[in-house]
């Protein structure tokens, strides 16, 4: 067949459309989440610039009489996200490492999809089940309590107004804590830690794991000494990961907390608010200038897990380029 | 030649003796806590006698394996029952979890009404034989189909556009598009809110609600898709280009089908995540106890806003009714995850058994058909 073989793609036809066409998308979705941002930042700066900074130290949330801070609502989301560390952490990790290192085959796989699934229940379905089960039926109000008598002396853990040591002293000063709404956001953050650190485990190089054993080593110490080195970075970026999702979650914080403005700084105790609950219970009653106002604590949030993904998703790839091992 | 002996060593890490040790170290552990809580102390609560025989259950653990290991594998036992136990406690949480709303909801699932009624001609004090969710039902399917229209054009084509061109803008669109995962789903909702329920007008509608849960979903299913596509291997896309496709050809014959159970895995995780959302919707749909089938006006409710609102309720048959969409909106994510497992377990490129069928039979008549030819 004679005629000239072009080396280049013809400039033009579909190809081009089809360009185009890809452009438009990357493009609109730009301007879409560009607009999110904008408007957050544009709304909430007009809420700023009257409070000043007496918007992060005021611990009040009146906006229409210009007295309104997130000082008590910003900490009791980092108090509500830190106990949701605390009790999902240590569960991630054994499961991980139960599921990556101990189980193989049809249990290994059913397992993983077991912790995937966890990962889609609806938090309404997490905060009624620590509203009416946790709460409700099996009383963890009297682990409060143990709590309360045992390290009451830390401050974080002290309760006022009940004396723990009476132990038929009523509960009630125990319910709708910032502890309680911790473990049901912790429970609910935990099957994505874990699904991140599972992931990395099961990077961890097949020579260096036979190299361990080949030395001797037990199966601990071979997962001290090759499993959780490579996982390390998995294992910060999961709970960062985590962390960002345990301080954007709303329903389930509003479904069991007993919202208060000023800062309960006793996580045992009656009382929390998150700034994502706060939203929710604000906005329906909100003024122009109110609406302007929880924007600027959104921004806040925003801003917050923002910078706590990045730092995940850095961290984790940069531990994705070190699993190539010498050898 | 004396015979060596050749019986196979047994490799098993879990050996008679490592199992009579388990169980010897789980009887001796009950019956010393039962001792120890009958006789010594007052039984204190169902918690403790779990904790205490932990324990005790450890410390005989560790004793008889001790008899015939050293330190190290000692060591090594016990933790490995530490993360076992740690591993059962937190699926055990889980699975407490589903059981509990499974039971709390059955009750209301019990009549038939539930899946057929809406709520408007149901009292705070009518049995559960008055009244169900369909008009949540409905609001739910609208209100994701919404979303679903505006996310999967959108997001495949940003996805494909993210992983076919490079370049400063095309980082940028990424960047932005990470940092957009981060946003929390209730300043999602509350952007809707001030922008299309107070800026321009509308009254709270499923529209605004499908709105809310798109700019919520889309960036999740970017990322995702985006991974997917990038999984298909190079020297395909190569081999489309070799043989004289076009870009557009490449990608519409050869990348999309590849990536296909991949990309459906994507939108259907996506779509699990928007089903089950409530904060972006409780700020955007409004509440109704009707069926309102025009998502474009009125107030439309979603399951797990009907869930929401009806546990706020102090009657204990609203109490159920909250229970009974709970388990229908769990079994809806559930089923949506379930068809993803079975459409997504296979990599990029690897075909179920029918696919390879089909291949194979298609590849049989290009034969005949060039055969034909060569006849002919």
Same mark, same amino acid.
């Given at each position: 067949?004679?005629?000239?073989? @072009?080396?280049?793609?013809?400039?033009?036809?579909?190809? #081009?459309?089809?360009?185009?066409?890809?452009?438009?998308?990357?493009?609109?979705?730009?301007?879409?989440?560009?607009?999110?941002?904008?408007?957050?930042?544009? @709304?909430?700066?007009?809420?700023?610039?009257?409070?000043?900074?007496?918007?992060?130290?005021?611990?009040?949330?009146?906006?229409?009489?210009?007295?309104?801070?997130?000082?008590?609502?910003?900490?009791?989301?980092?108090?509500?996200?830190?106990?949701?560390? &605390?009790?999902?952490?240590?569960?991630?990790?054994?499961?991980?490492?139960?599921?990556?290192?101990?189980?193989?085959?049809?249990?290994?796989?059913?397992?993983?999809?077991?912790?995937?699934?966890?990962?889609?229940?609806?938090?309404?379905?997490?905060?009624?089940?620590?509203?009416?089960?946790?709460?409700?039926?099996?009383?963890?109000?009297?682990?409060?309590?143990?709590?309360?008598?045992?390290?009451?002396?830390?401050?974080?853990?002290?309760?006022?107004?009940?004396?723990?040591?009476? +132990?038929?002293?009523? #509960?009630?000063?125990?319910?709708?804590?910032?502890?309680?709404?911790?473990?049901?956001?912790?429970?609910?953050?935990? *099957?994505?830690?874990?699904?991140?650190?599972?992931? =990395?485990?099961?990077?961890?190089?097949?020579?260096?794991?036979?190299?361990?054993?080949?030395?001797?080593?037990?199966?601990?110490?071979?997962?001290?000494?090759?499993?959780? +080195?490579?996982? @390390?970075?998995?294992?910060?970026?999961?709970?960062?990961?985590?962390?960002?999702?345990?301080?954007?979650?709303?329903?389930?914080?509003?479904?069991?907390?007993?919202?208060?403005?000023?800062?309960?700084?006793?996580?045992?105790?009656?009382?929390?608010?998150?700034?994502?609950?706060?939203?929710?219970?604000?906005?329906?009653?909100?003024?122009?200038?109110?609406?302007?106002?929880?924007?600027?604590?959104?921004?806040?949030?925003?801003?917050?897990?923002?910078?706590?993904?990045?730092?995940?998703?850095?961290?984790?790839?940069? /531990?994705?380029?070190?699993?190539?091992?010498?050898? | 030649?004396?015979?060596?002996?050749?019986?196979?060593?047994?490799?098993?890490?879990?050996?008679?003796?490592?199992?009579?040790?388990?169980?010897?170290?789980?009887?001796?552990? &009950?019956?010393?806590?039962?001792? $120890?809580?009958?006789?010594?102390?007052?039984?204190?609560?169902?918690?403790?006698?779990?904790?205490?025989?932990?324990?005790?259950?450890?410390?005989?653990?560790?004793? $008889?394996?001790?008899?015939?290991?050293?330190?190290?594998?000692?060591?090594?036992?016990?933790?490995?029952?530490?993360?076992?136990?740690?591993?059962?406690?937190?699926?055990?949480?889980?699975?407490?979890?589903?059981?509990?709303?499974?039971?709390?909801?059955?009750?209301?699932?019990?009549?038939?009404?539930?899946?057929?009624?809406?709520?408007?001609?149901?009292?705070?004090?009518?049995?559960?034989?008055?009244?169900?969710?369909?008009?949540?039902?409905?609001?739910?399917?609208?209100?994701?189909?919404?979303?679903?229209?505006?996310?999967?054009?959108?997001?495949?084509?940003?996805?494909?556009?993210?992983?076919?061109? #490079?370049?400063?803008?095309?980082?940028?669109?990424?960047?932005?598009?990470?940092?957009?995962?981060?946003?929390?789903?209730?300043? =999602?909702? $509350?952007?809707?809110?001030?922008?299309?329920?107070?800026?321009?007008?509308?009254?709270?509608?499923?529209?605004?609600?499908?709105?809310?849960?798109?700019?919520?979903?889309?960036?999740?299913?970017?990322?995702? =898709?985006?991974?997917?596509?990038?999984?298909? *291997?190079?020297?395909?896309?190569?081999?489309?280009?070799?043989?004289?496709?076009?870009?557009?050809?490449?990608?519409?014959?050869?990348?999309? *089908?590849?990536?296909?159970?991949?990309?459906?895995?994507?939108?259907?995780?996506?779509? =699990? @995540?928007?089903?089950?959302?409530?904060?972006?919707?409780?700020?955007?749909?409004?509440?109704?106890?009707?069926?309102?089938?025009?998502?474009?006006?009125? *107030?439309?409710?979603?399951? +797990?806003?009907?869930?929401?609102?009806?546990?706020?309720?102090?009657?204990?048959?609203?109490?159920?009714?909250?229970?009974?969409?709970?388990?229908?909106?769990?079994?809806?994510?559930?089923?949506?995850?379930?068809?993803?497992?079975?459409?997504?377990?296979?990599?990029?490129?690897? $075909? /179920?058994?029918?696919?390879?069928?089909?291949?194979?039979?298609?590849?049989?008549?290009?034969?005949?058909?060039?055969?034909?030819?060569?006849?002919?």
């Amino acid at each position: 067949m004679a005629g000239e073989r @072009r080396t280049t793609a013809l400039p033009g036809g579909i190809d #081009r459309l089809y360009r185009a066409g890809l452009r438009t998308a990357g493009v609109i979705v730009l301007a879409i989440m560009a607009t999110v941002g904008l408007f957050l930042l544009d @709304r909430g700066f007009s809420a700023l610039a009257v409070a000043k900074w007496r918007f992060l130290s005021t611990q009040n949330w009146q906006p229409d009489s210009h007295n309104f801070g997130i000082a008590a609502v910003l900490p009791g989301t980092l108090l509500i996200a830190g106990v949701a560390i &605390v009790v999902a952490v240590p569960l991630a990790i054994g499961m991980a490492l139960f599921i990556s290192e101990y189980l193989t085959g049809w249990w290994q796989r059913t397992l993983t999809s077991a912790v995937d699934l966890m990962a889609a229940v609806p938090s309404v379905v997490f905060g009624l089940w620590g509203f009416h089960f946790l709460q409700g039926d099996i009383g963890i109000t009297d682990l409060s309590a143990w709590l309360a008598r045992y390290l009451g002396w830390i401050p974080l853990f002290a309760v006022t107004g009940a004396d723990p040591d009476d +132990p038929l002293a009523s #509960r009630t000063v125990y319910t709708s804590s910032t502890f309680i709404a911790g473990i049901v956001v912790g429970l609910m953050v935990m *099957p994505i830690i874990c699904a991140v650190m599972r992931e =990395a485990f099961s990077q961890a190089p097949a020579g260096e794991r036979e190299g361990a054993y080949a030395l001797g080593a037990t199966r601990w110490g071979m997962i001290g000494a090759v499993v959780l +080195p490579f996982g @390390r970075g998995g294992m910060i970026g999961g709970t960062m990961l985590g962390l960002g999702r345990a301080m954007g979650e709303t329903i389930a914080v509003y479904m069991i907390v007993a919202a208060v403005y000023r800062f309960q700084p006793h996580i045992l105790q009656n009382g929390a608010n998150s700034v994502s609950a706060m939203i929710a219970l604000q906005y329906g009653s909100a003024s122009q200038f109110g609406l302007s106002a929880l924007m600027a604590a959104g921004l806040v949030l925003f801003l917050l897990t923002l910078v706590v993904n990045f730092a995940a998703s850095a961290v984790i790839a940069r /531990s994705r380029s070190g699993q190539m091992s010498e050898g | 030649m004396t015979t060596l002996s050749r019986t196979r060593r047994n490799t098993n890490a879990a050996q008679d003796s490592e199992r009579a040790a388990v169980w010897g170290g789980l009887l001796g552990a &009950v019956a010393l806590t039962a001792l $120890l809580f009958t006789q010594v102390v007052p039984y204190i609560g169902i918690m403790a006698y779990v904790v205490v025989g932990y324990l005790v259950f450890l410390c005989l653990y560790a004793l $008889l394996i001790s008899m015939d290991n050293d330190r190290q594998a000692v060591k090594d036992r016990v933790i490995a029952t530490l993360i076992a136990l740690v591993a059962l406690l937190a699926l055990l949480v889980l699975t407490v979890i589903v059981i509990y709303v499974f039971i709390r909801g059955l009750q209301a699932l019990s009549h038939l009404n539930f899946f057929t009624d809406d709520l408007s001609l149901a009292g705070s004090l009518d049995p559960l034989t008055v009244g169900g969710i369909i008009h949540a039902v409905i609001g739910t399917l609208e209100q994701i189909s919404i979303a679903l229209v505006i996310t999967i054009p959108l997001g495949i084509a940003t996805s494909v556009f993210l992983s076919e061109t #490079r370049g400063v803008f095309t980082r940028f669109v990424r960047t932005i598009v990470e940092a957009m995962t981060a946003l929390p789903s209730i300043v =999602a909702g $509350l952007f809707i809110y001030a922008v299309v329920i107070l800026a321009l007008g509308f009254s709270k509608s499923g529209l605004a609600a499908g709105l809310a849960l798109s700019v919520m979903m889309l960036p999740i299913i970017v990322r995702a =898709a985006d991974v997917v596509i990038r999984l298909v *291997p190079g020297n395909l896309r190569e081999a489309g280009l070799a043989l004289g496709a076009g870009q557009w050809r490449t990608m519409w014959h050869v990348v999309l *089908p590849t990536a296909r159970s991949g990309l459906t895995t994507a939108v259907i995780l996506g779509t =699990a @995540r928007g089903v089950g959302e409530t904060s972006p919707v409780l700020l955007t749909a409004g509440y109704t106890a009707a069926i309102n089938a025009d998502p474009t006006s009125g *107030p439309q409710v979603s399951l +797990p806003l009907a869930t929401f609102t009806l546990m706020q309720s102090p009657q204990p048959d609203m109490v159920a009714r909250g229970f009974g969409a709970a388990l229908v909106l769990m079994f809806v994510v559930l089923t949506l995850f379930l068809v993803a497992r079975v459409l997504g377990g296979r990599p990029a490129g690897v $075909l /179920s058994a029918r696919q390879q069928r089909r291949r194979a039979l298609a590849s049989i008549a290009d034969l005949r058909r060039f055969q034909d030819r060569e006849d002919s």
